[in-house]
């Protein structure tokens, strides 16, 4: 900021690449976290069902939620939040990691 005050609100960037190792398991605990969600309106909980059954990535972000993720840390709140999960089918786990790739590169640029 120009005037010299710093913000209240401080954008954390959070990427993660999961193996899903048991897709039958991941899903069972979708289904079974949707099921049990008395929020959720009977179409979007159908519609959600539907979705986790058909693709794991999906299955994962329902259950992965940014707000546990924050909600122990002191002196914060969270103000906004949003996540999406994909399926990657070009990522090579013993590939050299590359921060480049990860649109990281000038932070590790500056540590050399």
């Known amino acids: 900021m120009s005037n010299g005050e710093t913000s209240r ?10 193996e899903v190792a048991d897709a039958r398991r991941l ?3 979708a289904v079974d976290h949707i099921s049990g969600d008395p929020s959720l309106p009977d179409e979007e909980r159908r519609q959600s069902l539907e ?3 058909e693709d794991p990535a999906e299955a994962l972000a329902h259950l992965i939620d940014p707000f546990d993720l924050v909600t122990k840390v002191p002196g914060t709140e ?3 939040a949003s996540w999406s999960s994909e399926e990657l089918t070009d990522y090579d786990p013993d590939a050299e990691w590359d921060a480049a790739e990860w649109d990281l590169a000038d932070d590790a640029d500056g540590e050399g």
Do not use: D, K, N, S
Not at 9 to 18: A, D, P, S, T, Y
């Open 78 to 80: 969270l103000a906004q």
């Open 27 to 29: 899903t069972g605990a």
């Open 9 to 18: 609100f401080v954008r954390l960037h959070v990427e993660l690449i999961m």
């Open 51 to 53: 979705t986790v059954r």
